[in-house]
């Protein structure tokens, strides 16, 4: 597997699409400038946090509504 290729699998299981992954490499090849993925790279990363935080608050007032319901049966 060519580098290119291997960080592509990278991105990919860290969530990205392929779109956005082409247009990502498109744009990168052309202008030659890493720092655009990086950042790109680092929205996605402070995406992924947020709707993660989310999942999480959302799952602890979950449980904390199953405990009411638990001690009130």
């Not at 992954?21 to 990363?45: E, F, I, N, Y």
């Amino acid at each position: 597997m060519t580098a290119p290729r291997a960080s592509q699998c990278r991105l990919r299981k860290a969530g990205y699409r392929v779109a956005p992954l082409r247009d990502l490499r498109r744009k990168s090849r052309h202008t030659g400038r890493s720092q655009d993925v990086a950042s790109a790279q680092a929205v996605r990363h402070a995406d992924i946090t947020a709707r993660s935080k989310a999942l999480l608050d959302g799952a602890a007032a979950l449980g904390a509504v199953l405990a009411l319901r638990e001690r009130a049966a």
